[in-house]
């Protein structure tokens, strides 16, 4: 299987500031990479998929980046309901594998 | 737009087969890969496997030996089969459409095993 190690675990940020998460795959999975949001209680949200494309609806200040194994979500402008766990996805091959998710809490 | 409700029983005995059922409306179950994945509380994600609308499958190997996924088109509906549970196989159950991403999911139903 795919390992993906995302970093870091957590981290704590104030409104407005940019946020960058990172994922890295075991091998490379060239832009099968997936971005959800999940918040508690809730089932993951998908924000980008293959590396870099926003779905439908999703904020413009979330983008994605990277290709290969190496992996970047970055939210532009920190905002108060972005509070949540965030979890990567390779979509490369079977089994499909997620991240062990990056917690954003907001100072 | 689309819509999957998972439904089933909420305690599993251990040793038993733990059996859940999702609902899709809003949408046909034609043309699209249904998935279900997993998430121990507490924990991350994990995919359990997924259908094709014509029935064809893929299991993670990890559980393979003990799922089954089985779709009925006529009732917009997909189950998950998941025999010898043990306390480990405790975790809230998603149902989820795609392939190479999940963009619609059911709100997930937890799962204890325990006797």
């Known amino acids: 299987d795919i390992q993906m190690t995302q970093s870091p675990s957590s981290l704590s940020a104030s409104v407005g500031d940019r946020v960058t998460i990172a994922c890295r795959a075991s091998q490379s999975i060239t832009s099968n990479l997936n971005w959800y949001q999940q918040k508690p209680g809730k089932a993951p949200k998908l924000l980008i998929y293959a590396a870099s494309s926003l779905q439908s609806g999703v904020p413009s200040r979330f983008s994605g980046s990277g290709s290969g194994t190496y992996f970047t979500l970055t939210i532009s402008s920190l905002q108060p309901e972005d509070s949540a766990t965030y979890y990567c996805q390779q979509s490369y091959n079977s089994p499909q594998t997620f991240g062990q998710g990056t917690k954003v809490e907001i100072k | 737009q689309v819509q999957l409700q998972e439904s089933g029983p909420g305690l599993v005995k251990p040793s038993e087969t733990l059996s859940l059922t999702c609902t899709v409306s809003?949408?046909?179950?034609?043309?699209?890969?249904w998935n279900w994945i997993r998430q121990p509380p507490g924990k991350g994600l994990e995919w359990i496997g997924d259908?094709?609308?014509?029935?064809?499958?893929h299991y993670n190997p990890s559980l393979k030996s003990r799922v089954t996924v089985l779709v009925d088109t006529s009732k917009n509906q997909f189950s998950l089969k998941l025999s010898s549970v043990t306390a480990a196989d405790t975790a809230v159950y998603y149902c989820?459409?795609?392939?190479?991403?999940?963009?619609?999911w059911g709100q997930g139903t937890l799962v204890t095993v325990s006797s």
């Open positions: 259908i094709y609308y014509s029935g064809s499958t």
């Open positions: 989820a459409r795609g392939s190479i991403h999940f963009d619609y």
């Open positions: 809003g949408d046909s179950m034609r043309s699209y890969y």
